[in-house]
């Protein structure tokens, strides 16, 4: 029997996708789970694909059944459960063999795991998978990172089982080590951006428009036929029409207003942060979840503090107010996305990357959580300006910006006036009026800094003095 291309350890449902995906595109793959029970329901269940598969129960007879240079996928937890894993499968492996992790690793983890097997025969792949169960099963977005020669090896499997924007394959080497899977953190921070935006708009819809879930439902829908055209807000129009079998109401109504996180939007504005480049949105997206999050405690001020006069919603023209927030939708979004690709360009300087952003932006038109139309758009921006400070000055986005920013202008201050929270559609605005003013006010703050600290500053005539007149009795 000829031996498997690749294999995967891990048969949970990512993994299991994975796997059914990999043999359904022609490729034999060895699989291997720690509990034998899961291996082997997992292979009575593949069906017509059992001929691609080989199930292991040892990591022995797993690694033997994969053609050297074996390139090893690991789809586990995040975390040390992943270190572990590769200390059992150390001594088994021989030269050039690939260790893969493909869960959403915390990039640094990557690098760490990537050094320790510098100069060993062993190397490793930090792998980002986007699109969640359906992605893994039928063509994820794939962002690849580890040697250029590792990724040669796994390419041509990896290839056929992305997803296809027009033909092409959304998976791509982005770089050495933690590459891969820095991308997909940064992915996850825009994806929660995103989701924290759509939900500022439905709050407005609902608590300010007073619209029913259904209603609301309908305008995703129409948006998501114009230029909001992506996933997320298609999957938005399904979640608000879906009703709960129990009651028949509909079940976002039901839902608990807890959201969770796993890690990645928090990675992403560290990073950010750690290299002072401007992530807002995502920030704010973050900072959502986290306030979401206590629950308890919101209630508790609620009764003493009250809701603000939120009857003072007031819109002159309903409908005009509607296009109003779809406008505004694109504006947040384009400074969201714009922040992200800003903060990756930062990396690719910071750790020496040389990550290519319209590629990156190329294998997210499709198969990842954040796909859309928005991203041809970007790629073909960056495509055109490759090494352009921010995305929102190449000539297409500063247009866009300058049709819509008036939009989220006027649906940031109704919100405002309102009473509804909208920190990450504000957030954009704050940073286009911020970052497209040429004289801003840290003059104040140069100022202050010296005044109390004697920090100095550099003057605007270029002249050579770098403090204030503070002296003699002003600080006293
Ligand atoms: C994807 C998703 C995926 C997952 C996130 C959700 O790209 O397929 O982003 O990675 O759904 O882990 O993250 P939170 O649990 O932090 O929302």
Request: aromatic share 8%; hydrophobic share 45%; net charge negative.
């Amino acid at each position: 029997m000829s031996q498997a291309e690749i294999g995967l350890i891990g048969l949970g449902v990512m993994g299991s996708n994975l796997a059914l995906n990999i043999a359904e595109k022609g490729n034999k793959i060895a699989v291997f789970n720690r509990t034998v029970e899961a291996t082997r329901k997992f292979y009575s269940e593949a069906g017509e694909l059992k001929g691609q598969i080989v199930p292991c129960e040892t990591i022995e007879e797993f690694v033997a059944a994969i053609r050297p240079p074996r390139p090893i996928i690991i789809m586990i937890k995040a975390g040390e459960a992943v270190d572990q894993q590769m200390e059992i499968l150390k001594p088994y492996l021989s030269k050039g063999d690939i260790m893969i992790d493909a869960g959403n690793a915390n990039f640094r983890d990557t690098m760490r795991r990537f050094d320790a097997l510098k100069g060993s025969d062993l190397t490793f792949i930090g792998m980002g998978v986007s699109g969640g169960e359906e992605g893994a099963r039928h063509g994820p977005s794939i962002m690849v990172g580890g040697t250029e020669e590792s990724y040669r090896r796994v390419e041509k499997v990896l290839t056929s089982i992305a997803a296809k924007y027009e033909n092409d394959p959304c998976v791509a080497w982005l770089g050495e080590n933690g590459a891969g899977h820095f991308v997909k953190t940064i992915h996850n921070g825009i994806e929660y951006a995103d989701m924290q935006m759509i939900a500022e708009i439905y709050g407005i819809l609902r608590d300010g428009l007073k619209m029913s879930a259904a209603e609301i439902g309908e305008v995703f829908g129409t948006w998501n036929k114009g230029r909001l055209n992506s996933y997320l807000i298609e999957i938005t129009e399904k979640v608000l029409k879906a009703a709960d079998p129990l009651t028949g109401k509909p079940i976002v109504d039901l839902i608990l207003d807890k959201a969770g996180q796993k890690g990645t939007g928090k990675w992403s504005v560290i990073e950010a942060q750690n290299m002072g480049i401007p992530a807002t949105g995502i920030e704010a997206a973050v900072a959502a979840r986290s306030i979401s999050s206590m629950k308890e405690e919101r209630e508790a001020a609620e009764k003493i503090l009250g809701l603000p006069p939120v009857g003072e919603f007031t819109v002159a023209d309903r409908q005009a107010f509607i296009e109003d927030l779809e406008n505004a939708l694109l504006a947040a979004k384009i400074g969201a996305y714009a922040q992200g690709f800003a903060v990756m360009s930062a990396a690719s300087k910071e750790f020496g990357w040389n990550l290519p952003m319209p590629t990156i932006a190329k294998i997210w038109r499709a198969g990842c959580i954040i796909r859309s139309q928005f991203l041809d758009e970007i790629t073909t921006a960056f495509t055109k300006a490759p090494d352009v400070a921010n995305l929102i000055v190449t000539p297409a986005f500063a247009a866009m910006v300058k049709e819509t920013d008036g939009a989220l202008r006027r649906v940031v201050s109704a919100a405002v006036l309102g009473g509804l929270p909208v920190p990450a559609l504000a957030s954009a605005l704050g940073y286009f009026d911020s970052y497209r003013r040429g004289r801003g006010t840290a003059n104040v703050i140069q100022a202050q800094r010296d005044f109390f600290g004697a920090h100095g500053f550099d003057r605007v005539d270029g002249a050579d003095s770098h403090h204030g007149p503070w002296g003699s009795g002003l600080n006293a």
